[in-house]
C-alpha cells in the first residue's frame, strides 16, 4: 500500500530530534542544508528539556579526563568501550566550554567560578548544574545558537514515520507535519536523536514522546541494535500518582539529603555512610526491596537543605508543592522509576550504524560510553560529545554518498494514529506489564510470559494501530535482550541468575532476520584510548 505526498523537500541532512544531541548535530552542520524535525516546540520536547540532573566534565583543578573516564568505567559492569569513554571524557570539557561561550548559565560560586557538585560514582566533584533545570539551559542555549546562526529549517510539531531506502540505504524520512501534510524529507544523510523508551513503562520519568519510535524506525530499515536490556530505573521520583513520575534530582542525595523509611529509619544503613552516592542500580533496588517488604521510602531533605528549596531546587520544589508537599518541612515519598536506556542503536564511534546513510546520536544511540550502567550526569555530555561527531562524520562523508532518486515513487501507506481508548488501554497494559515483568527485577519465567503475551497482543492488531505496533515492536525487543543474558550486570538484574557470570561480558546484539530477530554476541570491544585532552 503506499501513500500520497502532499510535498517534497530536498536537503543535504534530516536530523530527528531537537534534545541536546540532536541540536548539537544542527549545529556542527554549518553550510549544510539541515531539516531538524522537533515532536513538539522546540526546547519543550524529548527528555534534554526534563533533565534536572547536571552535566559531568572534568574541568576542576585536581580533576582530569582520566580520572572521569575511570569513574565512568567502573559503574559499567566492565561492558564500556574504553575507547568511546575516553572520547566522551576528554572532549567533554572542549564541548563545556564551547557551550558556556554559546550563553549557557551554569551556578557559579560567590568568586565567579564554576559551582561544581558532586554526584553519584563521581571520585570528584565535576557536575556542572543550572539550578535543578539543568537539560532546559543546555537546550535553550544550543537552540537560540542555532536560531541565530540560521540555515536550519525546523519543523515542529512533526512527526516521523518511516525511514525511505533506496537500494539499501536510508534516502529520507517520511514525515507528517503539524499542520497534517504528509511530507518527504529526501536527504543524502539521516540522523536519528529521537531518545529513550521510559514511557513503555508504567512507572517513568520520561514524557510521553519517549516510546522508542526510533529504535523502530532505525529497526524497520535493518539496522542492528545492542545492549536493550540495560534500562536505568532513577532511584528517587516523586511518588504521588503521577504519569510521568516527577523527577527528584541526584543533586539533592548529593547536597545531604537522606533515605528514609516511614518511620524515619534510614534505608541501607549497612551499606556505609554514602550509602546515598552509591550507583544508580544499587540504590533502586534497595528501594524496590524496601517497598517489597512494605516499608514506604522518603527522601529527606529537612536537613541538607530546608529553607533554601526553592532558591537551590525550584523545579523539585514546584513539583512537590503542587502535589500538596512541602519538602522544608516534610520527607519526600519516592519510588524508583524508568529513567534511562543505555542501549540503542548500534554506533561506532562516529555515530554511524549499520545501515547506510544512517546516522544516530544520544540517547537513541548506543556508543558503549555506558555499558550496563549509566554514570550520573554523563548523559547530557554524551549528546554534546557525540552529537558534534556525528555532525563531523556527516559532514565528512556526504560527498561520498549519492544524491537520492529525483522520482517520488511509492511510500508507505500510513496507518492512523493510536489515540482511541482502546489504542490506550492496550499501551496501559504493555507498560503494567513492562514494568512488572521488564523492570528492576526480572526472572526467566517472567520474561518468557511477558513475550507470550507481546506476541499475542502484536497479532491482534488492527493494521491501522501503527503508533501502538511499534510500541509492542520495541518492549518486545528489551525483553528479548533481557531473557537473551542469562545473568545479572549492571541495571540489568535477573533473580534468578543473580550473579554476573564472567562468561556474559559481552555485548547482546539484534539484527532483523527472514524469521523475526536474530541474536548474536560479541565481545566487549578494546578500541585504543587516544590520548587525554585537557581543557585549559
Same mark, same amino acid.
Request: glycine share 12%; with cysteine; charged share 20%.
Given at each position: 500500500?503506499?501513500?500520497?505526498?502532499?510535498?517534497?523537500?530536498?536537503?543535504?541532512?534530516?536530523?530527528?530530534?531537537?534534545?541536546?544531541?540532536?541540536?548539537?548535530?544542527?549545529?556542527?552542520l554549518?553550510?549544510?542544508?539541515?531539516?531538524?524535525?522537533?515532536?513538539?516546540?522546540?526546547?519543550?520536547?524529548?527528555?534534554?528539556?526534563?533533565?534536572?540532573?547536571g552535566?559531568?566534565?572534568?574541568?576542576?583543578?585536581?580533576?582530569?579526563?582520566?580520572?572521569?573516564?575511570?569513574?565512568?568505567?567502573?559503574?559499567?559492569?566492565?561492558?564500556?568501550?574504553?575507547?568511546?569513554?575516553?572520547?566522551?571524557?576528554?572532549?567533554?570539557?572542549?564541548?563545556?566550554?564551547?557551550?558556556?561561550?554559546?550563553?549557557?548559565?551554569?551556578?557559579?560560586?560567590?568568586?565567579?567560578?564554576?559551582?561544581?557538585?558532586?554526584?553519584?560514582?563521581?571520585?570528584?566533584?565535576?557536575?556542572?548544574?543550572a539550578?535543578?533545570?539543568?537539560?532546559?539551559?543546555?537546550?535553550?542555549?544550543l537552540?537560540?545558537a542555532?536560531?541565530?546562526?540560521?540555515?536550519?529549517?525546523?519543523?515542529?510539531?512533526?512527526?516521523?514515520?518511516?525511514?525511505?531506502?533506496?537500494?539499501?540505504?536510508?534516502?529520507?524520512?517520511?514525515?507528517?507535519?503539524?499542520?497534517?501534510?504528509l511530507?518527504?524529507h529526501?536527504?543524502? %544523510?539521516?540522523?536519528?536523536?529521537?531518545?529513550?523508551?521510559?514511557?513503555?513503562?508504567e512507572?517513568?520519568?520520561?514524557?510521553?514522546?519517549?516510546?522508542?519510535?526510533?529504535?523502530?524506525?532505525a529497526?524497520?530499515?535493518? %539496522?542492528?541494535?545492542a545492549?536493550?536490556?540495560?534500562?536505568?530505573?532513577?532511584?528517587?521520583?516523586?511518588?504521588?500518582?503521577?504519569?510521568?513520575?516527577?523527577?527528584?534530582?541526584?543533586?539533592?542525595?548529593?547536597?545531604?539529603?537522606?533515605?528514609?523509611?516511614?518511620?524515619?529509619?534510614?534505608l541501607?544503613?549497612?551499606?556505609?555512610?554514602?550509602?546515598?552516592?552509591?550507583?544508580?542500580?544499587?540504590?533502586a533496588?534497595?528501594?524496590?526491596?524496601?517497598?517489597?517488604?512494605g516499608?514506604?521510602?522518603?527522601l529527606?531533605?529537612?536537613?541538607?537543605?530546608?529553607?533554601?528549596?526553592?532558591?537551590?531546587?525550584?523545579?523539585?520544589?514546584?513539583?512537590?508543592?503542587?502535589?500538596?508537599?512541602?519538602?522544608?518541612?516534610?520527607?519526600?515519598?519516592?519510588?524508583?522509576?524508568?529513567?534511562?536506556?543505555?542501549?540503542?542503536?548500534?554506533?561506532?564511534?562516529?555515530?554511524?550504524t549499520?545501515?547506510?546513510?544512517?546516522?544516530?546520536?544520544?540517547?537513541?544511540?548506543?556508543?558503549?560510553?555506558?555499558?550496563a550502567?549509566?554514570?550520573?550526569?554523563?548523559?547530557?555530555?554524551?549528546?554534546?560529545?557525540?552529537?558534534?561527531?556525528?555532525?563531523?562524520?556527516?559532514?565528512?562523508?556526504?560527498?561520498?554518498?549519492?544524491?537520492?532518486?529525483?522520482?517520488?515513487?511509492?511510500?508507505?501507506?500510513?496507518?492512523?494514529?493510536?489515540?482511541?481508548?482502546?489504542?490506550?488501554?492496550?499501551?496501559?497494559?504493555?507498560?503494567?506489564?513492562?514494568?512488572?515483568?521488564?523492570?528492576?527485577?526480572?526472572?526467566?519465567?517472567?520474561?518468557?510470559?511477558?513475550?507470550?503475551?507481546?506476541?499475542?497482543?502484536?497479532?491482534?492488531?488492527?493494521?491501522?494501530?501503527?503508533?501502538?505496533?511499534?510500541?509492542?515492536?520495541?518492549?518486545?525487543?528489551?525483553?528479548?535482550?533481557?531473557?537473551?543474558?542469562?545473568?545479572?550486570?549492571?541495571?540489568?538484574?535477573? %533473580?534468578?541468575?543473580?550473579?554476573?557470570?564472567?562468561?556474559?561480558?559481552?555485548?547482546?546484539?539484534?539484527?532483523?532476520g527472514?524469521?523475526?530477530?536474530?541474536?548474536?554476541?560479541?565481545?566487549?570491544?578494546?578500541?585504543?584510548t587516544?590520548?587525554?585532552?585537557?581543557? %585549559?
Open positions: 500500500m503506499s501513500g500520497r505526498v502532499d510535498a517534497v523537500r530536498e536537503v543535504d541532512v534530516v536530523v530527528l530530534g531537537a534534545g541536546v544531541a540532536g541540536l548539537s548535530v544542527a549545529l556542527g554549518a553550510g549544510r542544508r539541515v531539516d531538524l524535525l522537533a515532536r513538539g516546540p522546540l526546547g519543550h520536547t524529548g527528555s534534554s528539556p526534563w533533565a534536572q540532573g552535566i559531568a566534565g572534568a574541568v576542576a583543578e585536581g580533576d582530569s579526563p582520566a580520572l572521569h573516564a575511570r569513574d565512568t568505567l567502573a559503574v559499567a559492569g566492565e561492558l564500556a568501550d574504553a575507547g568511546a569513554v575516553a572520547h566522551l571524557t576528554s572532549e567533554g570539557p572542549r564541548r563545556l566550554v564551547e557551550l558556556v561561550s554559546l550563553g549557557a548559565r551554569f551556578d557559579r560560586d560567590a568568586e565567579g567560578r564554576l559551582d561544581l557538585a558532586r554526584e553519584a560514582a563521581h571520585s570528584r566533584a565535576r557536575v556542572l548544574h539550578r535543578d533545570a539543568t537539560g532546559a539551559e543546555v537546550v535553550r542555549a537552540g537560540a542555532l536560531a541565530a546562526r540560521g540555515g536550519t529549517s525546523i519543523f515542529e510539531g512533526a512527526a516521523a514515520l518511516e525511514l525511505i531506502m533506496d537500494g539499501g540505504r536510508v534516502s529520507g524520512v517520511l514525515a507528517r507535519h503539524a499542520d497534517g501534510a511530507v518527504l529526501r536527504a543524502r %544523510a539521516v540522523v536519528l536523536a529521537t531518545g529513550g523508551i521510559g514511557h513503555l513503562f512507572r517513568t520519568t520520561n514524557p510521553p514522546e519517549a516510546r522508542g519510535d526510533g529504535l523502530a524506525l529497526w524497520r530499515a535493518g %539496522a542492528r541494535l545492549d536493550l536490556e540495560f534500562v536505568q530505573f532513577h532511584p528517587t521520583a516523586l511518588d504521588v500518582g503521577a504519569d510521568p513520575m516527577p523527577l527528584l534530582t541526584e543533586a539533592l542525595r548529593g547536597a545531604g539529603a537522606i533515605l528514609v523509611d516511614e518511620l524515619g529509619r534510614r541501607l544503613a549497612d551499606a556505609g555512610a554514602s550509602v546515598e552516592l552509591l550507583p544508580r542500580d544499587v540504590v533496588r534497595a528501594l524496590w526491596s524496601a517497598l517489597g517488604s516499608r514506604r521510602p522518603y529527606d531533605a529537612r536537613d541538607a537543605v530546608g529553607e533554601s528549596f526553592p532558591q537551590r531546587f525550584p523545579t523539585v520544589f514546584a513539583a512537590c508543592r503542587l502535589h500538596g508537599l512541602d519538602p522544608r518541612h516534610e520527607p519526600i515519598p519516592v519510588a524508583p522509576a524508568a529513567h534511562y536506556h543505555m542501549g540503542g542503536i548500534d554506533v561506532d564511534l562516529h555515530g554511524r549499520s545501515v547506510t546513510g544512517l546516522w544516530a546520536a544520544g540517547e537513541v544511540a548506543c556508543t558503549g560510553v555506558h555499558g550502567n549509566r554514570l550520573a550526569s554523563n548523559s547530557l555530555l554524551e549528546g554534546l560529545v557525540f552529537g558534534a561527531r556525528v555532525a563531523r562524520s556527516v559532514g565528512e562523508t556526504l560527498p561520498h554518498l549519492r544524491q537520492p532518486s529525483a522520482a517520488v515513487g511509492a511510500v508507505p501507506g500510513q496507518p492512523g494514529d493510536s489515540d482511541d481508548a482502546g489504542a490506550q488501554a492496550l499501551e496501559s497494559e504493555i507498560r503494567a506489564l513492562m514494568w512488572q515483568a521488564v523492570g528492576l527485577v526480572r526472572t526467566g519465567p517472567g520474561l518468557h510470559a511477558a513475550l507470550e503475551r507481546l506476541a499475542a497482543l502484536a497479532e491482534g492488531l488492527p493494521r491501522s494501530s501503527g503508533p501502538t505496533r511499534t510500541f509492542v515492536t520495541v518492549a518486545r525487543l528489551v525483553a528479548t535482550s533481557a531473557l537473551a543474558r542469562p545473568e545479572s550486570r549492571g541495571a540489568h538484574f535477573r %533473580a534468578d541468575h543473580p550473579l554476573t557470570d564472567a562468561a556474559w561480558r559481552r555485548r547482546i546484539l539484534l539484527t532483523p527472514l524469521r523475526g530477530v536474530r541474536i548474536e554476541t560479541e565481545p566487549v570491544t578494546t578500541t585504543d587516544p590520548a587525554v585532552e585537557v581543557c %585549559a
